[in-house]
T-cell receptor
């Protein structure tokens, strides 16, 4: 597809379980971002990849959260020992990093509910 | 890191009136300021952006102004229409870095 694709669109899990959220960015976009959005709030930065490496992971709330992008395209956000406070919409975005560019293209998000 | 503040959190206007949303940022090195519109249950989408080398940009009924000295930027929507009702987010970024978002403004245009 032409846009940013995120799966699953909805995930319900129990407290303490492990979850993976996947993001497939727009082809050719070197930058990939993960954000978390709670109801009524703005997107909260989690981690930013430039190619395969995490350029900035300062937004990850704790060591239960981890993200990878092994081939510089698809990324997976991994959450261990989920807690009820992790419930949110997890947004992925990508951008083409180049001169006079910068627009973020968002996916539809993965809604995570931890019971 | 960057801190972006956005006001007001909610805004109601009559159809045809203007709406103004304001944001401030803390990092003087930020040089790119986009505005995103998010309709209920939808993804945020870019509506207009401005770079630090210009002070104002306009696109039909939407305009953005930037005051680098004061570190604030504003979104102006004129002749508002019901379909403008949504949550609007400002953001700030510097080249090669992540984007920091404001907390959002819920705009309601009353027919």
């Amino acid at each position: 597809g032409a846009g940013v694709s995120q799966t699953p669109s909805n995930k319900v899990t129990e407290k303490g379980k492990y979850v993976e959220l996947r993001c497939d960015p727009i082809s050719g976009h070197t930058a990939l971002y993960w954000y978390r959005q709670s109801l009524g709030q703005g997107p909260e930065f989690l981690i930013y990849f430039q190619g395969t490496g995490a350029a900035d992971d300062s937004g990850l709330p704790n060591d239960r959260f981890f993200a990878v992008r092994p081939e510089g395209s698809v990324s997976t956000l991994k959450i261990q020992r989920t807690e009820r406070g992790d419930s949110a919409v997890y947004l992925c975005a990508s951008s083409f990093t180049g001169p006079n560019t910068g627009e973020l293209f968002f996916g539809e998000g993965s809604r995570l509910t931890v019971l | 890191g960057e801190n972006v503040e956005q006001h007001p959190s909610t805004l109601s206007v009559q159809e045809g009136d203007s709406a103004v949303i304001k944001c401030t940022y803390s990092d003087s090195a930020s040089n790119y300021f986009p505005w995103y519109k998010q309709e209920l249950g939808k993804r945020p989408q870019l509506i207009i952006d401005i770079r630090s080398n210009v002070g104002e940009k306009k696109d039909q009924r939407i305009a953005v102004t930037l005051n680098k000295t004061a570190k604030h930027f504003s979104l102006h929507i004129t002749e508002t229409q019901p379909e403008d009702s949504a949550v609007y987010f400002c953001a700030a970024s510097k080249t090669g870095n992540q984007f920091y978002f404001g907390t959002g403004t819920s705009l309601t245009v009353i027919p």
